[in-house]
């Protein structure tokens, strides 16, 4: 039998969470001690909190007045509500709680049924059940009690770097398959933003946010860990950072970012990344390109599809990457150039009207030779000179996202651009270089 301890200061919120779990029909109550039971299996959540702030003395030094437990038999062993009624109470007994306002619950959301205890810590007098050595001191008495009841011997799963990641399953404990998906990533893998982090917990059906807010007039800033569906949708309810394990904490993961600074090296990805972009005929080709490379693309794109994120997660260096960090070629923008090409130049291909034959002009270019180009288009009507100007940049804007060194020698003598008069431009230029005399 595995048993885990968490104390804390939110007595309210490990009742709902138990309660609310109960009442849904996934489990019900077992037993309580000195808080009320009307033996339905269900709980009053008000009045269960009403009773257990009968026994929570007025001062206390003790920051987290307030203790879960769950004990975890081992998925083999079938047991009575009886006999985990009578586990529970022996346990909570040998831990020192046989005197303290708990209540005991049991939990049939998965197939192995287990056991969650909410206990205060803190007596009437406002002194507190130690915590020290209480790992060592749980453990043995679950082998007793192993013993005791015929129970098979059941150990904590280790999780190590080694460890197999797995998506989600909607059907096993979600809790459990977060906090393994949380802690292996966090062992493996190097980022630096929770952008970065997110994308490679997204590969698993799992998502991140920060929680920042102010509770009786003290800050606090926290993550939450959602479980996801393929499609991207929270199938459960939050877990806050503090119930998957230290290692999921927001201090835990500030500090990975930190640490990831100095040991990402950008240089294998960029390598293997503009390889694909040099060769690939499109942004599908150049996902898979990159597949075979053991390197995953997340793109992020806006109503319209375009582009306005990308990051690439190494699992040969165990990097996650923001494109802009790797250079302006592998950024959004760059990206959403090269693979929109075809639409933004169709977008933007401008509608030129036929002139119409003007005799002024051609007596003008009568007199001059005719060495005069015809490098101008008269613009419709309504449409002013400050209008030109503004959109005559728009053809050629994204010429400086992408690289065109992979153009063929030679086409570039068939690629489409303005057609300028320098005489004309260096007079322009050398009028806007005069100073301007003082506003009236």
Not at 95 to 100: A, V
Not at 101 to 115: E, G, S
Not at 195 to 202: C, T, W
Not at 297 to 310: M, Q, S
Request: glycine share 6%.
């Amino acid at each position: 039998m595995v048993a885990k301890i968490s104390l804390g200061n939110s007595l309210y919120g490990a009742i709902v969470y138990n309660g609310e779990k109960i009442n849904k029909e996934n489990g019900r109550l077992l037993d309580t001690n000195k808080i009320y039971n009307d033996g339905s299996g269900h709980i009053d959540i008000k009045r269960a909190f009403a009773d257990f702030m009968q026994w929570m003395p007025t001062t206390t030094k003790t920051e987290r007045p307030m203790v879960h437990i769950s004990l975890n038999p081992h998925p083999d062993d079938i047991l009575s509500d009886a006999q985990l009624s009578a586990i529970a109470r022996e346990y909570m007994e040998k831990m020192g709680f046989g005197d303290m306002p708990y209540m005991v619950y049991k939990h049939t959301d998965i197939n192995r049924h287990h056991m969650h205890i909410v206990a205060l810590r803190v007596r009437t007098d406002g002194s507190c059940i130690s915590d020290k050595n209480n790992f060592y001191r749980s453990k043995e008495i679950t082998r007793e009690l192993e013993k005791k009841y015929g129970l098979k011997t059941a150990e904590r799963e280790k999780v190590t770097p080694d460890t197999p990641l797995l998506k989600t399953d909607p059907s096993g404990d979600l809790k459990k398959q977060v906090a393994a998906v949380v802690k292996i990533i966090g062992m493996r893998y190097k980022f630096q933003t929770i952008g970065e982090y997110n994308a490679v917990l997204n590969l698993f059906n799992v998502k991140c946010e920060n929680t920042d807010g102010r509770v009786n007039g003290r800050e606090y800033h926290g993550l939450v860990y959602f479980a996801l569906d393929d499609n991207g949708n929270i199938i459960a309810a939050p877990f806050k950072a503090s119930r998957l394990g230290k290692f999921a904490r927001r201090d835990a993961i500030d500090a990975k970012y930190e640490r990831a600074k100095e040991k990402i090296d950008i240089a294998p990805t960029r390598q293997v990344v503009a390889e694909a972009l040099e060769h690939c005929q499109g942004k599908e080709d150049f996902i898979a390109r990159l597949k075979e490379k053991n390197i995953d693309v997340l793109f992020r794109y806006t109503e319209d599809g375009r582009i306005y994120g990308a990051t690439f997660i190494d699992h040969n260096t165990m990097s996650v990457l923001n494109g802009s960090r790797m250079g302006k070629a592998f950024s959004a923008n760059a990206l959403n150039a090269r693979f929109n090409q075809t639409e933004n130049e169709a977008a933007q291909q401008p509608v030129v009207n036929q002139p119409q034959p003007d005799t002024r002009s051609h007596q003008q270019d009568n007199a001059t030779g005719g060495s005069s180009q015809s490098s101008t288009t008269t613009p419709p009507a309504g449409h002013s000179q400050a209008q030109s100007h503004a959109q005559a940049p728009a053809s050629n804007s994204n010429s400086s996202d992408f690289d065109t060194d992979g153009i063929l020698p030679g086409l570039d003598l068939f690629q489409l651009g303005p057609s300028v008069n320098p005489d004309e431009e260096d007079f322009v230029r050398r009028h806007r270089r005069r100073k301007r005399g003082p506003r009236r």
